[in-house]
């Protein structure tokens, strides 16, 4: 069966940096497009990045460009979140999602992880 | 700049109809998909494209669209459906590729 999971959350200082991996198994990583979806305490889901299915193109989300990095290793089933300059506003779950033939449809999800940003 | 906007609350009492909507200029070009989330839990699909429900989920739960508006139906409403429902699209403007609605609160009464 399909899961995605999710590591590498925690607490880190304002302006620092951090290192998301989502590990997934149960299909062929290397033809999916994978998405970060990432939702602040008590609130709503907001869309962080895309990577296609080969790593050819990535987009973000404004309250990101610029700060973050998605990538993949196809040869390990792994995405990839690099974040830096964390501010306070950028405290929330970090979902990982498979995205349904690069559609930015969202057929599964992990549990997520949670980064918290605080001084 | 775009947005998918939705009503924040919604009741419906146990067994009866409810309609959850989403509004926004990018449904005029790509249909929504919805996301339910129960408390603790990551989001579910539930529907998506024209009206495509992914296995597992009941039939009660439908999806249509008219113009700029995007509605999710369940037609005889369970306790467990009480949750947050998310709808998303595609997003027209350029601005960044996805949009998520505000989300709705579903409360079975």
């Known amino acids: 069966q399909v899961q995605l999971v999710e590591s590498g959350g925690g607490v880190v200082q304002p302006g620092r940096s951090l290192r998301l991996s989502c590990a997934a198994s149960?299909?062929?990583?290397?033809?999916?497009?994978m998405h970060w979806v990432r939702q602040a305490p008590g609130k709503g889901l907001e869309w962080v990045a895309v990577?296609?299915?080969?790593?050819?193109?990535?987009y973000y989300g404004d309250s990101v460009k610029g700060r973050f990095t998605i990538s993949r290793d196809n040869s390990k089933n792994t995405l990839y979140l690099q974040m830096k300059s964390l501010r306070v506003e950028d405290t929330a779950v970090y979902y990982c999602a498979r995205d349904i033939g690069s559609s930015s449809i969202f057929d599964f999800w992990g549990q997520g992880t949670l980064v918290t940003v605080s001084s | 700049s775009s947005e998918l906007t939705q009503d924040p609350a919604v009741s419906v009492a146990l067994g009866q109809t409810v309609r959850i909507t989403c509004q926004g200029d990018?449904?005029?070009?790509?249909?929504a998909s919805w996301y339910q989330q129960k408390p603790g839990q990551a989001p579910v699909l539930v529907i998506y494209g024209i009206n495509n429900r992914p296995s597992g989920i009941p039939d009660r739960f439908s999806g249509s669209n008219s113009g700029d508006t995007a509605s999710l139906t369940i037609t005889g409403s369970q306790a467990e459906d009480e949750a947050d429902y998310y709808c998303a699209s595609r997003d027209t403007s350029g601005h960044q590729p996805v949009l998520f609605g505000g989300g709705t609160k579903l409360t079975v009464l």
């Open positions: 990018s449904l005029r070009t790509y249909y």
């Open positions: 149960g299909f062929t990583f290397s033809t999916y497009g």
């Open positions: 990577i296609w299915y080969d790593g050819s193109d990535e």
